[in-house]
């Protein structure tokens, strides 16, 4: 039977590349790596790491183990975490993927909340793309996912998170600024910042546009960024204009580095949605985290992301 702390030695230092390094961060001598690791290769029989000079490589069976060690760590992780729930308490460490910006504006006060409330509970948040979300949930390496359009395929159950408002934003000496609303026609005749192709917030926009017969092709985009808040300070600097979540847009509105201009016959919302596994091992953490989200204590952050 594989040892559990020798899987933990392990991990640590395939992730370091150093043998001293690990010993560090376990608090353990360097000879006691080096003993853990060589009686973990003589269990499995096979060479998880080979030097080349002074420096440390992993095996093509290093490779393979270091996944199948962080899972089985993790698990075992949960399964204390589980036993120790049976107590009342609830504890664990919850990973959330994100893929949108707007989450990653509610999620940390959101999760600043829910540990106020369940202190025992440590909360990662994963930035990653949309199509990652689901192969993270299902490869266990999250507990829970947030995304800005319904997860497809099997093993997944969702639910709405919230609804989030994209806005116009141009500079507070923009010659819209005073303007009660623009035109879906205007937006093509001064220069736009767009979002990265796979962009919640671009798609959105692209399919409420294209009502108005208007495309991507129609637009004068002289830049296109990957980052939201990168779009909100550029446009504030007076290059401009962009669509992005009210979120993003939040503090430099509050601050009036930019504005909200209106545009007629255009509703730009979109619906956040949560996102887990459908089978799942027991996790009272997540499910209490689930069903949190939508305590009526919480509808004030919710809200944060409507237009006034």
Same mark, same amino acid.
């Not at 909340?113 to 390496?141: M, N």
């Not at 005073?178 to 220069?191: G, N, Y």
């Given at each position: 039977?594989?040892?559990?702390?020798?899987?933990?030695?392990?991990?640590?230092?395939?992730?370091?590349?150093?043998?001293?390094?690990?010993?560090?961060?376990?608090?353990?001598?360097?000879? !006691?790596?080096?003993?853990?690791?060589?009686?973990?290769?003589?269990?499995?029989?096979?060479?998880?790491?080979?030097?080349?000079?002074?420096?440390?490589?992993?095996?093509?069976?290093?490779?393979?183990?270091?996944?199948?060690?962080?899972?089985?760590?993790?698990?075992?992780?949960?399964?204390?975490? /589980? /036993?120790?729930?049976?107590?009342?308490? @609830?504890?664990?460490?919850?990973?959330?993927?994100?893929?949108?910006?707007?989450?990653?504006?509610?999620?940390?006060?959101?999760?600043?909340?829910?540990?106020?409330?369940?202190?025992?509970?440590? @909360?990662?948040?994963?930035?990653?793309?949309?199509?990652?979300?689901?192969?993270?949930?299902?490869?266990?390496?999250?507990?829970?996912?947030?995304?800005?359009?319904?997860?497809?395929?099997?093993?997944?159950?969702?639910?709405?998170?919230?609804?989030?408002?994209?806005?116009?934003?141009?500079?507070?000496?923009?010659?819209?600024?005073?303007?009660?609303?623009?035109?879906?026609?205007?937006?093509?005749?001064?220069?736009?910042?767009?979002?990265?192709?796979?962009?919640? !917030?671009?798609?959105?926009?692209?399919?409420?546009?294209?009502?108005?017969?208007?495309?991507?092709?129609?637009?004068? @985009?002289?830049?296109?960024?990957?980052?939201?808040?990168?779009?909100?300070? !550029?446009?504030?600097?007076?290059?401009?204009?962009?669509?992005?979540?009210?979120?993003?847009?939040?503090?430099?509105?509050?601050?009036?580095?930019?504005?909200?201009?209106?545009?007629?016959?255009?509703?730009?919302?979109?619906?956040?949605? /949560?996102?887990?596994?459908?089978?799942?091992?027991?996790?009272?953490?997540?499910?209490?985290?689930?069903?949190?989200?939508?305590?009526?204590?919480?509808?004030?952050?919710?809200?944060?992301?409507?237009?006034?």
């Amino acid at each position: 039977m594989i040892d559990l702390i020798k899987l933990r030695v392990f991990i640590y230092a395939a992730e370091t590349m150093s043998f001293s390094e690990a010993a560090k961060r376990l608090h353990l001598t360097q000879p !006691t790596i080096s003993h853990h690791i060589k009686v973990l290769e003589r269990d499995l029989g096979v060479v998880l790491f080979k030097r080349s000079g002074s420096r440390l490589h992993l095996t093509e069976a290093g490779r393979l183990l270091l996944p199948w060690a962080q899972k089985l760590i993790r698990q075992s992780i949960e399964m204390q975490d /589980m /036993m120790t729930s049976l107590q009342e308490k @609830i504890v664990g460490h919850l990973r959330i993927a994100c893929s949108t910006t707007s989450g990653k504006y509610l999620l940390p006060r959101l999760a600043g909340r829910f540990h106020q409330r369940h202190p025992l509970v440590k @909360i990662t948040i994963l930035s990653c793309t949309p199509e990652h979300v689901g192969p993270r949930l299902l490869e266990e390496e999250a507990n829970l996912g947030v995304l800005s359009r319904e997860a497809s395929g099997t093993g997944l159950e969702i639910q709405k998170f919230f609804d989030d408002y994209i806005i116009l934003i141009a500079s507070v000496d923009h010659p819209w600024a005073s303007r009660q609303f623009v035109e879906p026609a205007d937006l093509l005749e001064v220069p736009f910042i767009l979002r990265e192709p796979t962009s919640g !917030t671009r798609q959105v926009m692209l399919t409420e546009l294209v009502k108005h017969d208007i495309s991507l092709d129609d637009f004068d @985009i002289f830049l296109e960024v990957g980052n939201a808040e990168a779009i909100v300070e !550029t446009v504030a600097a007076g290059f401009g204009v962009s669509f992005v979540s009210r979120l993003a847009a939040a503090c430099a509105l509050k601050r009036q580095e930019v504005v909200e201009v209106p545009v007629a016959d255009i509703d730009l919302r979109r619906t956040i949605y /949560m996102v887990r596994r459908t089978i799942e091992m027991p996790n009272r953490a997540q499910e209490v985290f689930w069903g949190f989200i939508h305590d009526p204590a919480n509808d004030d952050l919710l809200q944060l992301a409507k237009s006034p």
